[in-house]
């Protein structure tokens, strides 16, 4: 695969991806409502952006260093876990009753579930800080992503409108550096092209 069909699809994960976290927003504040299809939705946004972040990381993994990938190993894993909790939920305990859900929740799979969110937030806060100072991906999306992203990891600990906040934001955040995705795949073609122009023709 080449870097141009890379970064492209990558931004077109996390696009598809910030825009189902917006749904999700959306369903859990009562904007839209809540049902099999947009239950289904959610798993999803985990499972795109674990194709985006990677992208992102290896457009900048030069510059970001040992810290970088630091980050990057956290928010991967992090973000896997947190698609292996979202299918639970939706995928699973929607369909049990309130005791049985609440004995998941709060029974011996609790330290679990902190256990990721833990691995998540270290993850988003040093891929951030990498990222930051490496200056490659846009700083302005990296406001949004980090803090939005952080909130929405501490959503046992934060209000509920701080964490549909936090998630909005991290959304946006999401869906600004999948458009610097989309100009670095223009990028790669344009450098191709000219790889190629440079290639002396065989008789």
Do not use: K
């Amino acid at each position: 695969m080449s870097d141009r069909t890379l970064y492209r699809l990558a931004g077109y994960a996390g696009v598809l991806g910030g825009a189902i976290l917006l749904v999700s927003v959306a369903r859990r504040a009562g904007v839209i409502p809540e049902n099999g299809f947009t239950h289904a939705l959610a798993p999803s946004a985990s499972a795109l952006l674990l194709l985006t972040l990677t992208a992102l990381y290896l457009r900048e993994r030069q510059a970001a260093g040992r810290l970088g990938l630091a980050g990057f190993v956290l928010h991967h894993l992090g973000l896997s876990g947190l698609f292996a909790i979202e299918f639970l939920t939706h995928a699973v305990l929607q369909y049990q009753d309130a005791a049985t859900r609440e004995q998941v929740l709060t029974g011996p799979g609790r330290p679990y579930f902190l256990v990721v969110a833990m691995i998540f937030l270290v993850g988003v806060l040093l891929f951030g800080i990498a990222s930051w100072r490496a200056g490659v991906l846009p700083r302005i999306a990296l406001a949004l992503y980090v803090p939005g992203l952080c909130l929405a990891a501490l959503r046992t600990s934060v209000p509920e409108a701080a964490y549909l906040g936090g998630l909005a934001v991290g959304a946006a955040g999401v869906m600004w550096l999948s458009t610097a995705l989309f100009q670095e795949a223009e990028g790669a073609g344009t450098e191709s092209s000219r790889r190629a122009s440079r290639v002396p023709l065989r008789s």
